[in-house]
T-cell receptor, first 114, second 115 residues
């Protein structure tokens, strides 16, 4: 079984809809991250969490919110989806001891907003 | 702020060709440097890393040397295979930011290897 799982893997939705992307991990890591990947732009950090009570904004948090329900679960929400949020979204985890050095990525969620 | 610059892509090579992918960085302190690889349909995975100047990271035939004087971390492989076709990301983690360190990624470059 994969250590970092994301659901759904693909989602098509309409402008204005609320969407939740979920991430679960079995690695026992404290730190979790949400990124989006766009062609030609690489990966950009949306939000990150260093433990259950800690949530931090990344470089592109506008239009997104997150919830760290447990050490193993970190959800990303789009309250009112818009077309320029169409992207590939990745969840990642890292170990506190290693800091950000080695991150383990999920398989990604491809989101299309029409 | 911290930044990572990768050469423009895509790159297409024939099998067994020599590969170089350039990466330069800007950071406040002395960062740790990484190459991550993304195979088609998958998430990123760590390929190699180097944590201090003159260190060489290596894995799966790939190598990169941390060059402080040129602020570079170029990825090389002597003989690429079709299975190396993927997107490659250079990244850094700046210890100057302490416990709150995060990864800063370059834009990535797509490598295609022809049989």
């Amino acid at each position: 079984d994969a250590d970092v799982t994301q659901t759904p893997r693909n989602r098509i939705t309409k402008t204005g809809k609320r969407i939740m992307l979920e991430c679960s991990q079995t690695k026992g890591h404290d730190r979790m991250y949400w990124y989006r990947q766009d062609p030609g732009l690489g990966l950009r950090l949306i939000y990150y969490s260093f433990d259950v009570k800690d949530i931090n904004k990344g470089e592109i948090s506008d239009g997104y919110s997150v919830s760290r329900q447990a050490q193993a679960k970190f959800s990303l929400s789009l309250e009112s989806a818009i077309p320029n949020q169409t992207a590939l979204y990745f969840c990642a985890t890292s170990d506190l001891q290693q800091g950000a050095d080695t991150q383990y990525f999920g398989p990604g969620t491809r989101l299309t907003v029409l | 702020g911290d930044s990572v610059t990768q050469m423009e892509g895509p790159v297409t090579l024939s099998e067994e060709a020599f590969l170089t992918i350039n990466c330069t960085y800007t950071a406040t302190g002395y960062p740790s440097l990484f190459w991550y690889v993304q195979y088609p349909g998958e998430g990123l995975q760590l390929l190699l890393k180097a944590t201090k100047a003159d260190d060489k990271g290596s894995n799966k035939g790939f190598e990169a040397t941390y060059r402080k004087e040129t602020t570079s971390f170029h990825l090389e492989k002597g003989s690429v295979q079709v299975s190396d076709s993927a997107v490659y990301f250079c990244a850094l983690s700046d210890p100057y930011t302490g416990a709150n360190s995060k990864l800063t990624f370059g834009k990535g470059i797509t490598l295609s290897v022809r049989p």
